[in-house]
């Protein structure tokens, strides 16, 4: 058993003062000091600095490791020539991006005090360095393809890399399954798909309505897709479009990534099916995409969380930079409600979405546990402070488990006060 005694303690209604936490994999209390080490004779004892913060792991639902080696060579500013680009250097991309900087990726998501991510695979050459991560991991196999004739093949290629993934045996790591999108996956892959996820109780997870060209498509196989198709394709027309694409995964909690082009009707079947939507700003914002109108979600009572998606779409997987940047982007959001929901929607909303005991300090919770140095008292308006400046992230607990351990230099001389 261990005890720490944070300065302050950022719990889902308030933050508390006096308080320590006796933990081992999962947090056991959350009491006085001295009720701790009463219950907890031999526990190990970690006092924490003057305003230091302890709040919870952030999770970020959406991340693709494998296209790590991005930083300048894909096209940003609209999606159709991101797309192009992407094809482009595909190979590139994926040969250039080995173990080490696909862990390099994982490490800095560490850093930034990530403790859960949600990895989607597409071809499952970050297996190794998803099962070696120090986080926790919901590991989404990805599906794609739009052609008929190539079904069973890359159905085949599909259950191989979900095999493989259900082959690794360690403590906080998920094997999944992710569907890439409504124009890009045949319907006779996505059913079949979905009875694997329905009898094994799977998360899921899709790509929805990103750009206005996934709306065109959909609608009346119009718009940028058309050529896209039919020169790489030899296809004239969309496979499904996004009512159908939407009831295949009814009664079935989705995390559906995106939908910045997304109707009324859409986001009712969403909210009526309880689906999650995944909030990535800063990609949205550098494909050239709208802004996720996250007043029409609340209206809506839909649940939403923030990712960073890949470094292909990305300069940083970092989600404070993400909340940050969502903050400034919804300029007529009331400040400090929505910096509270920013917070929300990288902890307790994106554990309840991936389905993971964790995302709040609470007895019975995994102990996924981050420590920051405020450099004062927090007020009433932390939630805002913890987005605006970026403290330094001094411990980083997974399962309990110090995994990073940075303490700044000035710790010394302030513990001594
Ligand atoms: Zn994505």
Redesign the pocket.
Known sequence: MKIITPHFIYLRDRISTNLSIAFDKTIKKIAPFDELIELYPDAEVTTLRENSLLMPGLINA???IEFSANKTELSYGDFMTWLYSVIENREDLINNCGLDCMSKAIDSMLESGITTFGA?SSHGMDLDACANAKQNVIYFNELIGSQATMADALFTDFLSRLDASKSIKREGFFPAVAIHSPYSVHPILIKKALEIVKSENLKLTA?FM?SIAERNWLDDSSGDFHDFFQNLLKQNKNVCDSHEFLEYFNNNQTLL??VTNATGNELNTIADNKHTVIH?PI?NRLLGNPTLNIKELNEKNIRWIVAT??L??NYKLDLFEEMKVSLFMHSNAPLLEFAKALLDGVTINAAEALGINAGEIAEGKNADMIVLDLDAEPTKELPIHLILHRYNISKVYINGKLEKNKTLKLNLKETKK
């Open positions: 959406h991340v693709h989607i790509h990103e990534t995106h990535c990609s998606d890949g292909s779409s």
